[in-house]
Structure formats: C-alpha cells, structure tokens
C-alpha cells in the first residue's frame, strides 16, 4: 500500500463513505428516515464539505460515536459526564421539529439562538461597528447585528456553568478567579471579554492577541484603560518569532493569572514560559484550553503536574476537528501553583 493510500484511509472523505456505508447496512431506514436523505449525503461527499461543522458531518459523526460505544466495556470506562452526553446523543438522534429538521444542540447545556431580534441590547457604535456592554466595560464586535448576535450568543453560551469552555466555576474554592491586585496574562484575547471581566479588580492585564481583526476592537473595548491593559501584538509560543512569555515578563512583575485559548497552539505557548512554571515561589494559577488538540490532556497534565493541582472544567466536547475514539475531551485544564 502507497503512502496515499494509507493516508486515504483516515480521511475525512473516506471516513463519511465508511459512514454512509454502516448507515446503508444497518441505520439507513432508521437514522436518516427515507432516501432522499442518503442521497444528499452522497452528493455532500462529491461535492467536499465546505466547512467540517456541517449538519450532515456533525450527524455522521454523533452516529460513529454512538456505533464505537455500542461495546458496553467501552462504555464502563467513561466517566459521567461522557455517559451523559452518550445518553442525550441517544434520546436526540431522531428529535425533529414541526418542519422535519433535525432539532439539536451541540451539547445538552446549550440554550438555542435567542428570538429577539437584539437579545443583548448590542448598539452602534460611531466607528460602524456593534457593541455589547459587560460589567461596564463596551466590547467591540463587528459592523453586521446578526454577526455580533450570533458571536455573543456563543460566548454567553461557552461560559454558561455547565459548559466545558467555562474558564472559571462560579464559587470554585479550588479555583479562584484573578483577586484584587492580580496581574493578568491573556493569552488569545480575542474580543477581550476575559480581561473585561475581571478589569475592576485586577492590578495589569497584558492582552496578547495576533488577529488584525481582533486588535482593532481591542483597542475600541480598552480605550481608556491604557494604564491597566497593555494590548501586545503577536503570536506567543516557544518558536523563533514568537513572543516567548519568559522572555517577555523578565523586569515585569510576573503574571498571577494565565488564560490561554490559542486555537491548538497552547502546547508552544507552554513551552516558551518553562521558568513561569517552575517558579514555586510564584503564585500562579492559569487556565488552558485543552480540546483543540486530541492529545493535550494528557501531555498539558504531565507537564504541569509537579507544580501545580490539577482540575478540569466540567462536561466534554466531541465535534472537534480531529474527530477519533475516544471522542470525548476536556475543555479546560485549571492548574492552581502547589503551596
């Protein structure tokens, strides 16, 4: 076998054939309901899948997941939040509303889109875009009311106290949010609600951030906090160009408070603040985002292991890009400094 060929197997095309190919044998009738919807998933498969979160492709790939734990040892070595999420992808598969469309949600915490046609009160701000107010600070988003809607909609729905994105558990003792007097480190700041949140409290955030996108409306939302939050543009990791977060904080005062959401490139991140880890005398907590990549669970718990206690945020994601058993992964790794 080529090495095509061998890669040809794992691919996301091969894969949805596999899948039509199960549903043909044994979930055609009942899982897709009549032909006309076979036949749409096989014209999907000649055509290429134009984005990976597709109603078809996530459908396919709860059945694979559904298909995998039909073995009940498998099922035994999950834990119940997993167990959870296998039951409501059970109980769901089939819920269609009055229209015939399938009717679900990604995972059992999330509420649908809100009716309103301006849930959040979001205004037009003079430089064209919209902006929604959080703990009294103005967060800039785009120049579309729909765009903006459907953005903050998946932030409130990210940090509802189920979801396994949430950074920070309301009343967590184990995990505190950044205190009074903290310095913040936000690591992937996107629009900035991280460090928004917690501006009245904290001493400095340094907001890093390399979208152009994002650092404009950075610079709106931070407008008037240029004492507070320095907005630092670039790419941080551990490679040659990256902002290196040892590097930069030597004659600073050290961050207290981590939050790192860097899209699958937290890995490099935590390989360029090796001496912030090891620092036993310095009280530092952080937050890593862990579902961008199959295996970060496990290497990010083995590396900060002997410096810090480790918790989880609660609850899993599964329709991830790199899609394979066990299906299953955490969000967020929360690591608290050992006393």
Request: proline fraction near 6%; include cysteine.
């Amino acid at each position: 076998m080529s090495i095509q060929e061998w890669l040809g197997r794992f691919s996301l095309k091969t894969r949805i054939k596999n899948y039509v190919t199960k549903i043909a044998i044994g979930y055609a009738r009942e899982a897709l309901g009549n032909c006309l919807e076979l036949h749409n998933i096989r014209r999907f498969i000649d055509l290429g899948l134009p984005y990976l979160n597709s109603r078809l492709d996530l459908r396919l790939a709860r059945l694979e997941i559904l298909m995998h734990y039909q073995d009940a040892k498998l099922v035994e070595r999950l834990e119940p939040d997993a167990i959870k999420m296998l039951e409501y992808f059970k109980n769901e598969f089939f819920n269609r509303d009055g229209n015939g469309d399938h009717l679900y949600l990604p995972v059992p915490y999330y509420e649908p889109m809100p009716n309103s046609p301006n849930p959040y009160e979001l205004q037009l701000s003079p430089q064209g875009n919209y902006f929604v107010t959080s703990n009294g600070v103005p967060i800039f988003l785009f120049e579309s009311l729909e765009a903006s809607i459907k953005y903050w909609t998946l932030m409130m729905r990210e940090q509802t106290p189920d979801s396994p994105h949430l950074y920070i558990a309301e009343n967590d003792s184990a995990f505190p949010p950044p205190g009074v007097g903290a310095v913040l480190a936000d690591v992937g700041a996107a629009e900035g609600f991280f460090t928004a949140k917690y501006i009245h409290l904290i001493s400095k955030a340094y907001v890093f951030e390399c979208e152009p996108v994002w650092l404009e409306r950075l610079r709106q939302t931070f407008a008037g906090y240029e004492r507070k939050v320095e907005i630092v543009e670039g790419m941080v990791g551990c490679r040659e160009g990256e902002i290196k977060l040892d590097d930069f904080f030597k004659g600073k005062a050290p961050p207290t408070f981590i939050k790192m959401d860097v899209e699958g490139a937290e890995g490099r991140v935590l390989r360029g603040m090796k001496g912030l880890i090891e620092n036993t005398s310095l009280p530092m907590q952080m937050a890593v985002c862990l579902y961008h990549r199959w295996e970060d669970e496990a290497v990010f718990t083995d590396m900060l292991k002997d410096y810090f206690n480790i918790s989880y945020s609660k609850n899993y994601y599964w329709q991830m890009l790199d899609h394979r058993p066990p299906f299953f992964r955490r969000g967020v790794l929360r690591a608290l400094r050992r006393a």
